[in-house]
């Protein structure tokens, strides 16, 4: 994993001098203004230190950072090299940087240059979707499924169930900017961010989505799908309406509406590459490889856990990412919060503890429905049985979440059960329902208990 975290960024440098110091990227702040910026970054303030304060130029100091952060993290040998295509680019500050004895030179023409940080890998900001797949920046060659080296492969720790339909997700942000990671619950993306999730069945693609930060305003995002063709050569932009049974499958894309009411409850927009969901060992981008790398702007490389044993942290982040982006404290009119946050250090602070363990619904009512999560009692469970069914004939309007599945999760369901049963201990969990608000505690420390 460190591996391919350093591969980023050293690639960004060798093909382009790119991983500057932060600022915008793709030319939607005029060069000048970049290197201003990134001289004010944080990371500039290592590259300071890194010794090329020299520079001269605003910009050059701003870029010079980067190559500072870099050589810490990559070596100085490799950096050399790097000084010197930098310097041949004009790009600079950061070759300068990067090796002490390229410096001054490396600084001074990316002066005369006047250059900023120029990622050549960049795709430029816009509003307007592609009509195909192909044209997004993905792919290098959609025909050899080729992925692009911009785009980063990731994987949430807790996927969403997506009726077993198996992805695949990559990023794309400029190696000239950094994830604004100030408040780890709700990042805060670059503009010219892109984000793409495909799904695939029986062998067959038959959607790749994307999800693409266009703009600086807080809901400037695109959210659009491709839909595969027959002969899987490329996709095409789908309907705004969504499409049902893709290619002949069960797999329906979703309408633009839908991707707003998942993705548009949370400031962030993005729900799978987050401080929690990244906090992994799995293949693809971790907390550890983009700290390391340089690419938030407050590193975590320890990463984050929900607190809890096994069982209660594993079902606490599934009903995370499979509720909390609508169950959270700015989604919807409910006060049930499932969605967990890092600043969560106990398990009496996770919202789908604390606001639901005794928890009375607020508005749903079923029969035998006593609390959101009764303990030992998962069929008294609002939150267990609105996620083991989903609507028909006779259950109208039951199932969670109520959009983009129609097929209960055996697994999700399973695990949330367990962990409901797990807090009741060996008897009589029902009557533990007038304890309210402690009991929902006394439950957890409980299920922590069975674990150790
Ligand atoms: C039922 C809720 C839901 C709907 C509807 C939905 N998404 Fe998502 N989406 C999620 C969640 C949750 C994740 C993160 C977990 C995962 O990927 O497994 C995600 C992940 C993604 C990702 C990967 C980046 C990220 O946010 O982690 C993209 C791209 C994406 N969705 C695009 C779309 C688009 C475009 C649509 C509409 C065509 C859409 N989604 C509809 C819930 C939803
Ligand atoms: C797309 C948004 C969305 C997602 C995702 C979602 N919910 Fe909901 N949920 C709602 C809305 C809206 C309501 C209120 C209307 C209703 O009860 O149907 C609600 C209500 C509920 C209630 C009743 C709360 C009360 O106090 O009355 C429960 C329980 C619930 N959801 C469980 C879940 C679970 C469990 C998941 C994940 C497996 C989930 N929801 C995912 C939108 C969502």
Known sequence: M????????LGGLLVSAAACG?????????????????????????????GTGAAGSP??????????????????????GIGGLAGAAGLAGMAGAGGAGAAGTGGASAGAAGAGCVDPLALAPTDTPAAKLSETG?????????????????????????DGVEKQRWIYYSACSKIDTQDQDHWSFPVGTRLWKEFKKGGKLLETRLIHRYGAGPDDFTFVSYQWRADQSDADLAE??????????DHDIPGGAQCQNCHSKLPEH???????????????ETMKSLSEAGRLTVPSP?????????????????LHSNCGNCHNDTGIGVAMRLRALTTDKQ??????????????????????ITALVQPGVPDASAVWFRMSHRNDATLQSVQMPPIGTEIVDPQGVALVRDWILSMGGAAGGGGAAGAGGTSGAGGVGGSAGKGG
Do not use: C
Not at 2 to 9: D, E, H, K, L, M
Not at 350 to 362: F, L, N, Y
């Open 2 to 9: 460190i591996v391919r975290a350093r591969a980023w960024f």
């Open 22 to 50: 932060g600022g915008e990227d793709e030319g939607v702040t005029p060069p000048a203004q970049t290197g201003g910026r990134s001289g004010s970054n944080g990371v500039a303030g290592t590259a300071g230190a890194g």
């Open 59 to 80: 910009s050059a100091a701003g870029t010079a950072g980067a190559a500072g952060t870099a050589g810490s993290t990559a070596g100085a040998a490799g950096l050399a």
């Open 138 to 162: 993905l792919y290098a060659d959609i025909a050899k499924r080729e992925i692009h080296a911009r785009a980063r492969y990731f994987q949430p720790r807790y996927p969403l169930w997506s």
């Open 240 to 249: 705004h309406s969504g499409v049902q049974n893709v290619l002949g499958t």
């Open 270 to 284: 993005v729900l799978g590459f987050g401080a929690i969901q990244l906090s992994h060992q799995l293949a693809g």
């Open 302 to 318: 320890g990463g984050f856990s929900i607190p809890g044993g096994a069982l209660a942290s594993a079902a606490v982040g599934y």
């Open 347 to 368: 398990p009496s602070e996770v919202g789908a503890i604390a606001t639901t363990v005794g928890v009375p619904a607020e508005m749903f009512s079923a029969p035998g």
